[in-house]
């Protein structure tokens, strides 16, 4: 069974930087692409940044340029670095494996996410 916690989140001013942690387990994590979604209240959970073994990250528009996407296989951890926060970067964060060429969560199961608040 995967397991996926993340962790890093909290309460921070605009321009301020948090780094977003989510440690996998019960999967050979070094095979997958994974993802960094975000939900905020009242809307659908999207895709912001994906990172796979090779090739170039992905990153949304609405955070390119401020948030980087890396991995540790040896961790089994993906990492997200935001800067310049913004008050719409508030959301629940959550990690995910990647359905093969969709922006979409491949494990059933998600982790519980962790909260990011971006004050004005």
């Known amino acids: 069974q995967v397991r996926l916690a993340e962790s890093g989140g909290g309460l921070v001013q605009a321009g301020e930087s948090l780094r977003l942690s989510c440690i996998v387990s019960g999967r050979t994590f070094s095979i997958y692409g994974m993802g960094w979604f975000r939900q905020a209240p009242g809307k659908e959970r999207d895709l912001v940044a994906a990172?796979?073994?090779?090739?170039?990250?992905y990153y949304a528009d609405s955070v390119k340029g401020r948030f980087t996407i890396s991995r540790d296989n040896a961790k089994n951890t993906v990492y997200l670095q935001m800067s310049s926060l913004k008050p719409e970067d508030t959301a629940v964060y959550y990690c995910?494996?990647?359905?093969?060429?969709?922006?979409?969560?491949?494990?059933?199961?998600w982790g519980q996410g962790t909260q990011v608040t971006v004050s004005s």
């Open positions: 995910n494996a990647l359905q093969p060429g969709r922006r979409e969560g491949l494990w059933r199961d």
């Open positions: 990172i796979w073994s090779g090739g170039r990250p």
